[in-house]
């Protein structure tokens, strides 16, 4: 688990030139979306403010949170979880992807779970999801890979987002950070 945590740490961290053309190259593929309708759930974790352009910088809270989760053993200290997951999920957006939101590290719990100190409850709504899976490999490289290819999507009119509550999900398959993948699930209108 701490290899994990050391890649996710990285996985909002600067782009480099290989991250570039992997961009350049993910961009000329066409960009599998299945759809979801989903009931509502909660999840409990630890949250922090932010933007995109904060934590396409050194000044990120991202890794911040990551290294707090697992460093605190937060994980273990949420009551009434539901599955061994993690849920990275962003909510509380002031504008679209250019403005601030909310980021939240936990997992799902039973309805109605009251949070533990120092940690917040988060509903996430019920309705439609798009889903994206991300390439397999490096955690740094596929999650912010495919977060801009939405971004795309978005600025392309091939995606409208609702803009109130996206979410990863970190199962088995990211375990390996170097050869990692995970399910996006973006709110649709």
Do not use: C
Not at 12 to 19: K, R, V
Not at 110 to 137: C, E, F, H, S
């Amino acid at each position: 688990m701490r290899a994990f945590f050391l890649f996710v740490v990285l996985v909002f961290g600067g782009t480099g030139s290989a991250e570039h053309h992997r961009r350049a190259t993910d961009d000329a593929k066409e960009t599998h979306i299945t759809r979801a309708d989903l009931p509502g759930f909660q999840v409990i974790g630890i949250e922090a403010r932010t933007t995109n352009a904060k934590e396409a910088t050194a000044a990120g809270i991202i890794p911040q949170q990551w290294q707090k989760f697992f460093q605190e053993g937060i994980q273990t200290k949420i009551p009434d979880k539901v599955g061994s997951h993690i849920y990275a999920v962003y909510s509380d957006y002031a504008s679209d992807h250019n403005g601030e939101y909310t980021y939240l590290i936990g997992a799902m719990v039973k309805d109605g779970t009251a949070p533990p100190a120092g940690m917040v409850a988060k509903r996430i709504p019920a309705g439609q999801y798009a889903v994206l899976t991300t390439d397999k490999g490096p955690l740094p490289q596929v999650v912010p890979g495919t977060w801009q290819k939405i971004f795309k999507l978005e600025d392309d009119r091939k995606l409208k987002r609702a803009y109130q509550a996206d979410f990863e999900i970190y199962d088995q398959r990211a375990q390996d950070p170097q050869s990692a993948q995970l399910d996006i699930y973006v709110g649709v209108k």
